[in-house]
């Protein structure tokens, strides 16, 4: 079974930083694209950022020069550096896979994790 499972969320005073993993799991073969989303309360979910196979990388206009997409092919992780943390960027961030190629063969489309709460305030 595959899955994907984000941890680093928490509470983090404005202008703070905050460092989310998320981990791909199971018998997985490769994936392409990953990426960061989030969804605020009564708004629709958004990409935060994406990041391709081969470190090409993609951000949202508001989280440009404040937000830092990587990965570890190898641990079949990524991660999300979020710094000058802002009250807006109060959300559920949600890692995204999208396409994980198993060791059988099998090809699984939009993977999603389960989603970390991030909440900036005072």
């Known amino acids: 079974q595959v899955q994907l499972v984000e941890s680093g969320g928490g509470l983090v005073q404005p202008g703070g930083s905050l460092t989310l993993s998320c981990v791909a799991s199971?018998?997985?073969?490769?994936?392409?694209?990953m990426g960061w989303y989030r969804q605020a309360p009564g708004k629709q979910r958004e990409l935060v950022a994406g990041i391709s196979s081969s470190g090409h990388t993609t951000y949202a206009d508001s989280m440009k020069g404040r937000f830092t997409i990587s990965r570890d092919n190898a641990k079949n992780t990524v991660y999300l550096q979020m710094n000058s943390l802002k009250s807006d960027d109060t959300a559920v961030y949600y890692c995204?896979?999208?396409?994980?190629?198993?060791?059988?063969?099998?090809?699984?489309?939009?993977?999603w994790g389960q989603g970390t709460q991030v909440t900036v305030s005072s």
């Open positions: 995204n896979a999208g396409t994980i190629t198993t060791l059988g063969g099998d090809r699984l489309l939009e993977v």
């Open positions: 199971g018998s997985i073969y490769s994936i392409n694209a």
